[in-house]
Nanobody, 125 residues
Framework: QVQLVESGGGSVQSGGSLRLSCAAS????????MAWFRQGPGDEREGVAA???????GYADSVKGRFTITQDNAKNTVYLQMNSLKAEDTAMYYC???????????????????WGQGTQVTVAS
């Protein structure tokens, strides 16, 4: 059973930065694809950024150039560096994991088998 624990959310002014962390444990698979999704009040859940086991990354158009996803394999942790934050980035951010690979499809949330509890990001305009 894979456990995902997010941290790093909080409140920040528009234009500020935050770094989210997602620590994964409890798996023995050789590869894992991890992603960040978010859901704002009244909104559908949307994919934000993802990284596959081979280092391939994907980003939503709305965050390209502002957010960066990285992974530390030694720590089984994925990070989401969020810069130039906007009020519309306000949401609950969830970490998700798909065993083995995302096979190039990062945004189908139904494919992710494991989810964290979420961490709130609030950006004041």
């Amino acid at each position: 059973q894979v456990q995902l624990v997010e941290s790093g959310g909080g409140s920040v002014q528009s234009g500020g930065s935050l770094r989210l962390s997602c620590a994964a444990s409890g798996y023995t698979y050789p590869n894992i694809c991890m992603a960040w999704f978010r859901q704002g009040p009244g909104d559908e859940r949307e994919g934000v950024a993802a990284i596959d086991g081979d280092g391939t990354t994907g980003y939503a158009d709305s965050v390209k150039g502002r957010f960066t996803i990285t992974q530390d394999n030694a720590k089984n942790t994925v990070y989401l560096q969020m810069n130039s934050l906007k009020a519309e980035d306000t949401a609950m951010y969830y970490c998700a994991a798909e065993i083995m690979s995302c096979y190039g499809d990062f945004w189908d949330d139904g494919e992710y088998q494991y989810w964290g509890q979420g961490t709130q990001v609030t950006v004041a305009s």
